[in-house]
């Protein structure tokens, strides 16, 4: 039989190996709504050898399919009714959900043997929706970018004649597109993405009778950045001084914000010197990284350090890195000694307390007098009632003379009776003996 040179090279990689040649399950996926019609093509004509299905049944192989059940591979009955075999396909007029699982095909001679596996997974409509999301086609655009999205895999849904009418749909609802959204044959085009273009859009089309529909979710992310991470805490720019008491646990957090970078995920690790944290004592350990906020693909995230206990040893610089495919950047914290605090704090507040004492015994000496008497108004009733005394003061003053017309001794003695026991008597309740006033003449 006349060969090409692809199945010749085909036939010398089965002549190396013993057995059959096992490519385990290719990568493409097959994904259906129960009811859809789907096609499962063998993959080795498509992936692994160079050559089709006619050529390879020219040199004498076969194809076989079978469905993995376990550990075991069953051979498919082909009913025609709702399977059957078409060349190097599997046509399924009406998928059912116990069609999920891995579909292989085995292509072979009395000598040659070699076989890959494809997966299909069959789901029905989440409630309330027209999609199930684990079967969902992913696509991705940044903000104010251009982008298409084509209803995937209907390939063997087309006709030469014509192309399949496709209807499209976003959150399973009919759309009214705005201007910068233009439906062409089976995709859509946005001519600059906004946030709120992110979500389902579902695409339907017709064949044989069967609705046929493929959902591909939206994410809208920032614009890819240019620039490397920023840390929020601790700052960059100084090292930010935290005081520790020894033998104490500590959890220090590093903040950092990460601007979208890809599929990247972001880089956060802590340094004590030139060692990471990984290479130190047990004591002290990085928590899991954290992230606190994501929005369109911009996370800020946190990375602890946590000391199970404080050593002397563990006084030091420690710097937090964060970096992307821009750069590095870090910031640090030091790590303090608190009792040098305890003796500024009590050096102060022993200092204050001096102070106030100095300034409370120079406003007594001062005020004394006037300290007392506002006392006495104030609190002092009581007090006097209770002391056991009769007078407060004795009340000295030089006695005019009649006969004598000095003003100033006439002054003294009006002070004397009438001014001082109206203030201290009536204003502030002192009790003055007077003795021209309280002195009880005795009998002789």
Not at 39 to 46: G, M, P, Q, T
Not at 144 to 170: A, F, G, L, N
Not at 285 to 305: A, D, P, Q
Request: proline letters at 4%.
């Amino acid at each position: 039989k006349n060969i090409s040179v692809s199945n010749i090279c085909f036939i010398i990689v089965l002549l190396s190996v013993d057995g059959c040649i096992d490519w385990s399950v290719d990568l493409k996926t097959y994904m259906a709504l129960a009811g859809e019609p789907v096609r499962v093509k063998c993959a080795l004509f498509y992936s692994y050898i160079r050559t089709n299905y006619s050529m390879a049944q020219s040199t004498g192989l076969r194809l076989m399919w079978y469905k993995n059940k376990g550990d075991l591979e069953e051979p498919i009955i082909f009913s025609e009714v709702r399977m059957s075999k078409d060349e190097d396909s599997i046509w399924f007029h009406s998928v059912e959900l116990q069609d999920s699982g891995f579909y292989t095909c085995v292509l072979r001679n009395s000598t040659y043997c070699m076989k890959v596996s494809m997966s299909l997974t069959v789901a029905e409509n989440e409630s309330g929706l027209c999609y199930n999301s684990k079967i969902r086609y992913l696509e991705k655009s940044e903000v104010t970018k251009r982008k298409t999205i084509s209803c995937p895999d209907i390939e063997d849904y087309k006709t030469d004649s014509q192309e399949p009418d496709v209807v499209w749909y976003k959150e399973c609802k009919p759309k009214m597109w705005r201007s910068v959204v233009i439906q062409k044959g089976n995709t859509l085009l946005i001519q600059e993405v906004q946030e709120e273009d992110g979500g389902n859009y579902t695409c339907e089309l017709k064949f044989e009778g069967k609705l046929i529909r493929r959902t591909v979710e939206l994410k809208v992310t920032a614009l890819l950045t240019d620039k490397p991470p920023k840390p929020l805490f601790p700052m960059e720019n100084q090292p930010t001084v935290i005081d520790v008491q020894l033998g104490n646990p500590l959890t220090v957090a590093c903040k950092a914000f990460f601007g979208f970078s890809g599929e990247s995920g972001p880089m956060i690790y802590w340094m004590k010197g030139e060692k990471f944290i990984e290479e130190l004592e047990g004591h002290i350990r990085e928590g899991e990284v954290r992230l606190l906020r994501e929005h369109l693909g911009e996370k800020e995230v946190e990375l602890t350090l946590i000391f199970d206990a404080v050593e002397e040893a563990d006084l030091a610089n420690y710097t937090c890195h964060v970096e992307n495919r821009n750069g590095r950047k870090h910031a640090s914290v030091l790590l303090r000694k608190k009792d040098l605090i305890y003796k500024i704090e009590l050096a102060g507040g022993l200092g204050a307390i001096l102070l106030l004492l100095i300034l409370l015994v120079t406003i007594y000496k001062c005020y004394n007098i006037e300290l007392m008497l506002f006392y006495r108004q104030n609190f002092g009733g009581d007090e006097a009632a209770d002391d056991n005394k009769e007078y407060d003061a004795y009340l000295s003053y030089t006695k005019v003379d009649p006969d004598a017309l000095d003003c100033d001794n006439n002054e003294e003695e009006q002070f004397a009776l009438e001014i001082l026991p109206d203030v201290l008597e009536k204003h502030y309740g002192y009790k003055l003996f007077i003795p021209d006033r309280d002195l009880i003449p005795s009998g002789s």
